[in-house]
DNA sequence: GTCCGGGAGC
DNA sequence: GCTCCCGGAC
């Protein structure tokens, strides 16, 4: 027994049916509908992985529509010149070149070793040249609906937050598994990084786009959203400035707040008694309340004081 | 010689 | 996120 022995499993704290059936309900009334969402094309699914992993997404779409009409299959891929997939890569601002590389010598192994179609098992996509344990999952799903679940930051983030899921990569992975119903690996893992990519963001949007899992979520009851991916101090400067912006913004939400839920919801390292806490927040919406912008409410302690927006 | 973890570099 | 390289264990 490697797992730590005092961890309560999921299933055991939670009615793990209800808490799949309410995100995979949730990803299939709406997401984002990126192209490569469309295929089953291992290949074509490979190919929007490996870009993935080092650019944004949206200027992923247009070179992986590029990409796919210029060498639609592994065999026109591994038909090309090294250097055009390169030339490809750098001309479209892919980032780093092994990757085409890599892309390239992957599609020569699957004309070579696989007769030109794709091993359809984690285990066996990753003796593939730059598919490690992530890509290999990757394409299993959602080319195969055969893989494991996907462990990502945003994954991890997801479950550190609404299950208490320790920072631990060993840990992070029993818990996606647990989560992810038998055999659906498809639609699992496409919903749950789709919400960790528009719900369970770094700020977090729970009430913005109906977050399916708010009822079970500790992150959501406590208020704290800290997770491990988060940065616990804000990067940039001039964060006055930006905390004044999002007080008013969470306040135009909620009609009125205390100074606790509001500062949890304002930044996540917010802690009441810490560096920027009550205090912190208390001084900040006073000058707020003195630019006529909001109305304090002081209760009988300093945690009772509501903050509302001036009319 | 082979397997594994860590760290560096792409 | 993946590969490569190195050092240590056996």
Known sequence: MTERDDAVSLGEAHDLEAVRDALVE?????HRDFPWRQTDDPYAILVSEVMSQQTQLGRVVEAWEEFLERWPTTAALAATDRADVVGFWTDHSLGYNNRAKYLHESAQQVESEYDGSFPESPEELQELMGVGPYTANAVASFAFNNGDAVVDTNVKRV?????SVPDDDAAFETAANDLMPDGRSRVWNNAIMELG??????????????CPWREWCDAYASGDFTAPDVPTQPSFEGSRRQFRGRVIGTLREYDELEVDPLGHRIRVDYAPDGEYGREWLTGLLSDLED??????ERG??????VARLQR
């Open 26 to 30: 949730w990803y299939e009334a709406d």
């Open 159 to 163: 479950c550190y937050r609404s299950f």
């Open 197 to 210: 990519g528009v719900a369970c963001t770094q700020t977090p949007r729970c009430d913005e786009v109906g």
């Open 291 to 296: 630019d006529g912008l909001v109305t304090l």
């Open 300 to 305: 009988g302690s300093p945690a009772e004081t």
